[in-house]
């Protein structure tokens, strides 16, 4: 059983690969993003929480999954465009995973096995669903994809 996300390592978008090491120390927002999703808006919130709050310590991730819907088709080329261009996502961005499933990627196990769902299930629903990870690398809150970002501000910041 992994400690801590620091225990990961992801592909950013670019291919290249990441450890969540580097974010040793930080407030972590992790992210299943999709482009298609009735909840695509939530980027721009995202990004808001992230340029609000950046300078104190908080990172956002978004990693892409198409496990909903068909919802992230794109590529990697694709989904960083159409993040960048419609709306403005500076945070790192990751190549697209499952999160659930055979093929989950490990980090999704990780916060899945440390904050369950509702009912103490442990399977993602759907795209934008959140895990805040305090600056020691532990799950501390799960939020539902209605959760809108501006409505975590309160966590974000007593985690700072």
Known sequence: MSASIYDFSANRLDGSP????????QVVLVVNTAS???FTPQYAGLQSLYAQYKDKGFVVLGFPCNQFGGQEPGDSAQIGTFCEKNYG??????????????EAHPLYGYLKSSAKGVLGTEAIKWNFTK???????????RFA????????AKQIEAAL
């Open 145 to 152: 994809p209605t959760t809108k970002p501006e409505e975590l």
């Open 131 to 141: 895990f805040l990870v305090g600056r020691d690398g532990q799950v501390t809150d």
């Open 36 to 38: 298609e999703c009735g």
């Open 18 to 25: 990441q450890s969540l090491a580097d974010y040793r120390g």
């Open 89 to 102: 996502v500076a945070f790192p961005m990751f190549a697209k995973i499952d999160v659930n499933g055979d």
